[in-house]
């Protein structure tokens, strides 16, 4: 998938994903997302947002976390 919404610059937030260029990191729009925030309020909180950047922040970390191993805990 190509994430044209999607920047790395070294120059801004020491290179941190980020949104558009603007200094929302996509980690913020994720972590938004999985504390229950709708779409909605994402973009009321951050006004420059629109609804494709938060579906593209999800697909990015979807994407970077599909070859990696994730420590779990254990439950038993």
């Not at 994720?30 to 609804?51: F, H, T």
Request: with cysteine.
């Amino acid at each position: 998938m190509k994430f044209d919404r999607i920047t790395v610059d070294p120059q801004q937030l020491n290179g941190v994903p980020c949104i558009r260029g603007l200094r929302i990191p996509v980690a913020t729009v994720v972590e938004m997302v999985a504390q229950g925030m709708r779409v909605g309020e994402i973009i009321d909180a951050y006004p420059d947002l629109e609804a494709e950047d938060v579906r593209q922040a999800l697909a990015y970390a979807a994407d970077a976390v599909r070859e990696r191993e994730l420590p779990l805990l254990n439950s038993g």
